[in-house]
């Protein structure tokens, strides 16, 4: 029971953290919110689901799928958010996009039902065993994604010109423009690299369990939770918690009713942030 | 005869308080031209909306032209790219980066700008940034974040380097030791904006200068005619002269 709990937590965690790791670098690095995160999720599950039942794309295929019809409506989305982007209006922002995830969602229940629904991946089906442990190899799939994206995200920001261009807009997007950095082009590019990371964690999560049109706010929560747990803008420290908090979920479900895991793991926030307001993993 | 930058009744607003009143000035190919005048005389606003930039949200009317081309209606990163390029008044740099990142940030510049410097063309500019290279910018000295603020300017191949205050804020040897590598650079055919609040410096590297009151021109002339010119003489050299 332990090691199934073990197996399960870190699934979830990689879970998590593949959810977790764009609002990083979309807060932390560019300062900007994005609370229609979860809706985004949503939609990489259900568009996924959408290709392989009405299209009957393979699931490998459909996963591309939805990242790109996510990309496309989250790039739609920050061009409409531009100027109160370079504004750093953080309200508006707020405002704005709780108001489009409530949207997506209801043009979600509009096209493709309120049942729950269920992605058909392979991978799902293979089960594999280490020792005594026992997983799918869709929880593989998110483990090595989780960390995949992790690695990437850590390089391109430590080490390439974007991941530069990326940290000086943060630092100070006025001063980026002396620098010849169009700073719109560089919010457009980590809003959408964001919205797709939601879409993936949707799209791999999803075939764990059924998937509804009106999941989203949890998922938004649960990031919210890494990210401030981590501390704003730190990737490590994002992993490290995503993982945590995929493990306290998964032991404290197999202790206690599930349905308290999420109320747990506020109490878990409230405590930290009154002890460390800097957050868990956070340097100073 | 057209200049490489052509400013033309530029005025500047901030809401209903008039900070530029109707400048023109020009400045030509590899030519050092200063602007000089009193804390809050308009010399950033007017420098800044050359360049197209505002930390506040100032309306800007008149013509700027660059080569020619009129680039006023272009945002400041565009402006940078051909060659308009600003070291702004105070933060000039990234302090969350290394010097050599900041170098390594500034976008490449396009086929009508002015002569590439790379990072180590820059670092031969500023020998003293050669050990600081892996060092973050906010642990720097005031000094050296200028030259770096300049270095990635320079960096950016500008046509026209527009610098607002470099030297405010040094020790008066540094200040001297700013302006000349400044001099240098324009010797070697980069033409530059300077404002500059000490006017005795300023004049020791300038061709031309213009005072500016109250967000106007009161007086323009070259370096030896401003020297001798009455107003600047009273108002900024003073009792203080050689
Ligand atoms: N962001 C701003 N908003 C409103 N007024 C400003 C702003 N920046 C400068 N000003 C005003 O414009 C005038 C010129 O300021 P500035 O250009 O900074 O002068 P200088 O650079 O010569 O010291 C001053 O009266 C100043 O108060
Ligand atoms: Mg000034």
């Given at each position: 029971m332990i090691l199934a709990a073990l197996v399960n937590g870190l699934a979830l965690g990689a879970g998590y953290a593949l959810l977790a790791v764009g609002w990083t670098v979309l807060l932390g690095a560019a300062r900007l919110v994005n609370f229609a995160h979860g809706q985004l999720y949503m939609l990489g599950a259900f568009v996924t689901w959408f290709a392989i039942s009405r299209f009957g794309l393979p699931y490998g295929v459909a996963v591309p799928v939805a990242l790109v019809v996510v990309a496309v409506l989250g790039v739609v989305l920050q061009l409409l958010m531009t100027r109160m982007t370079l504004d750093q209006n953080i309200v508006n922002l707020m405002l704005v996009t709780l108001a489009f995830g409530y949207l997506l969602q209801g043009g979600a229940a509009l096209l493709f039902g309120g049942d729950p629904q269920t992605i058909d991946s392979p991978l799902q089906q293979q089960d594999l065993a280490l020792g005594a442990a026992r997983f799918t190899g869709q929880d593989v799939l998110i483990v090595v994604l989780a960390l995949a994206f992790y690695a990437l995200t850590f390089v391109v920001l430590g080490r390439t010109d974007l991941g530069r261009m990326v940290r000086g807009v943060a630092e100070d997007p006025k001063l980026a423009q002396l620098y010849g950095i169009d700073a719109a082009r560089v919010y457009l590019a980590v809003f959408v690299f964001s919205a797709v990371c939601a879409a993936l964690a949707g799209a791999v999560v999803g075939p764990r369990s059924p998937i509804l049109t009106s999941m989203g706010f949890e998922e938004v929560i649960v990031t919210f939770l890494v990210v401030v747990l981590a501390g704003v803008g730190n990737l490590v420290g994002g992993l490290v918690v995503a993982i945590g908090l995929g493990l306290f979920t998964a032991f404290f479900g197999t202790f206690f009713p599930p349905a308290y895991s999420t109320a747990a793991a506020f109490v878990v926030l409230l405590v930290v942030l009154v002890v460390r307001p800097q957050g868990l993993a956070a340097r100073r | 005869m057209s200049a490489l930058l052509d400013v033309a009744d530029l005025r500047v607003r901030y809401g209903h308080s008039?900070?530029?009143?109707?400048v023109s000035v020009r400045v030509g190919a590899g030519e050092l031209v200063a602007v000089a005048g009193a804390n809050g005389a308009g010399k950033s606003t007017l420098v800044d909306a050359v360049a197209g930039w505002s930390r506040g949200r100032p309306a800007v009317t008149g013509s700027v032209r660059l080569a020619g081309q009129d680039?006023?209606?272009?945002a400041a990163h565009r402006r940078a790219g051909l060659g308009l390029v600003l070291v702004p008044e105070?933060?000039?740099?990234?302090?969350?980066?290394?010097v050599q990142e900041n170098l390594r940030v500034v976008r490449p510049p396009r086929g009508t700008a002015g002569r590439p410097y790379s990072v180590d063309d820059v670092l031969d500019v500023f020998p003293r940034l050669r050990e600081r290279i892996?060092?973050?910018?906010?642990?720097?000295?005031g000094g050296e974040r200028q030259m770096v603020a300049i270095g990635r300017a320079l960096r950016a191949a500008p046509r026209l380097l527009i610098l607002d205050e470099p030297s405010v804020g040094l020790a008066p040897r540094l200040v001297v030791e700013v302006l000349t590598h400044i001099r240098d650079l324009v010797d070697a055919g980069l033409s530059v904006l300077l404002v500059e609040q000490n006017v005795r410096a300023a004049l020791e590297v300038a061709d031309r200068l213009h005072l500016l009151d109250q967000g106007r021109i009161v007086a323009s002339g070259t370096a030896a005619q401003m020297r001798e010119d009455d107003r600047v003489a009273q108002a900024y050299l003073g009792g203080l002269g050689p």
């Open positions: - | 008039l900070a530029v009143d109707g680039v006023g209606r272009l105070g933060k000039g740099v990234f302090d969350g980066m290394t892996a060092a973050r910018c906010s642990t720097l000295s």
